[in-house]
């Protein structure tokens, strides 16, 4: 027998070799004792079944049925480190977006899961269905502990099944709202009841609308229900002028720049509020803050996240507040 012969019967053997041994294809058995994750009736992972490695196209790693991702900013009001006097009700609002493949319904809550709980229920069910890419702020009352220290809440959300899933790369990670209480000035027995009265008369307000719009000349924008060209209740418009562009009040609303941080209830009430029109070139550079105050005489801010000057398109993140 010559090199090849033997060669050639040494490959034969193994070739029948192969062929006696089980191949890894997916069955009951294979399924007992494979490592892959197995699917419960409350799991929210999608495993793929569809065989991969060399040579194979087109699969994809099971992806995560329910995770959400930080809003751009998550916190729409009260970021971490805020100051609260004791007892001060305030209303947290988070923006998160639906990055799995499964829709929120209103079977689903905002639930909270860990640390203090600052006065807030335990679960809060969500208000509408939020389709997978979609945005949604998320709010909850909540009232500072009379003690003062920093207090922080972890919160998640809970899906009709009753799974809990957050944000993170695994859709494990709690959101939470920090805060600072502060002690109350020290003086006379009869001024800390006045200092805890003041406060709380602001904080308790709730939220008109939040979310974005985007105008090219000749739109009219609603700041009391974000609505673009409504006809009626318009407080803004963008209008083109000589080749530069203006974001001009209307019916009776003012506006003022307030600069490059978001600004709170209290500084918008403070704010130098004008009727003029503002030069859109020259002052509504991305970043910047607004202060308004509508036509039905509710204050909000509105934040500039992009203006287009070949499309003559102005974006805005907007926050109306709620006077009771």
């Known amino acids: 027998m010559n090199v090849t012969q033997a060669y050639q019967t040494v490959q034969a053997r193994l070739t029948e070799a192969i062929a006696l041994t089980p191949s890894a294809t997916i069955s009951s058995t294979a399924t007992e004792n494979s490592a892959a994750p197995q699917v419960s009736p409350s799991a929210t992972i999608r495993p793929s079944l569809t065989p991969t490695g060399p040579g194979v196209t087109g699969t994809t790693p099971g992806e995560l049925c329910d995770q959400a991702a930080p809003g751009s900013p998550i916190d729409v009001t009260i970021p971490d480190g805020t100051e609260m006097q004791p007892g001060q009700e305030f209303t947290k609002i988070w923006r998160l977006q639906n990055v799995g493949s499964c829709a929120w319904s209103e079977e689903y809550n905002l639930v909270w899961f860990s640390g203090d709980q600052l006065g807030a229920p335990s679960s809060v069910p969500l208000s509408g269905p939020v389709q997978p890419g979609q945005t949604a702020d998320l709010s909850v009352d909540m009232i ?10 972890n919160w998640k959300l809970r899906n ?3 799974v809990l899933f957050g944000i993170g790369p695994s859709g494990g990670s709690a959101f939470w709202v920090e805060i600072e209480v502060i002690p109350l000035p020290t003086g006379s027995p009869t001024a800390a009841p006045e200092t805890t009265v003041t406060p ?9 609308v939040s979310g974005s719009a985007a105008l090219t000349p000749g739109d009219r924008l609603d700041l009391d229900a974000n609505q673009l060209n409504p006809g009626a209740g318009e407080d803004i418009a963008l ?18 720049v ?6 709170t209830l209290n500084d918008c009430q403070a704010a ?3 009727a003029d029109p503002i030069a859109v070139e020259d002052n509504l550079i991305p970043g910047i803050y607004l202060c308004y105050r509508t036509d039905m005489a509710l204050p909000g801010w509105a934040l500039v996240t992009a203006f287009d000057a070949d499309a003559s398109t102005l974006s805005l993140e907007l926050f109306t ?3 009771p």
């Open 160 to 162: 009709a099944e009753g």
């Open 258 to 263: 307030f600069g490059r941080t978001q600004p």
């Open 239 to 256: 209008e083109a002028a000589d080749g530069n562009h203006v974001l001009n009040p209307l019916s009776g609303a003012a506006v003022a």
């Open 321 to 323: 507040w709620s006077i």
């Open 144 to 153: 500072a502990p009379e003690d003062p220290g920093t207090y922080r809440g």
């Open 272 to 274: 130098p509020l004008s």
């Open 200 to 208: 709380t008369t602001t904080a308790t307000v709730a939220v008109q």
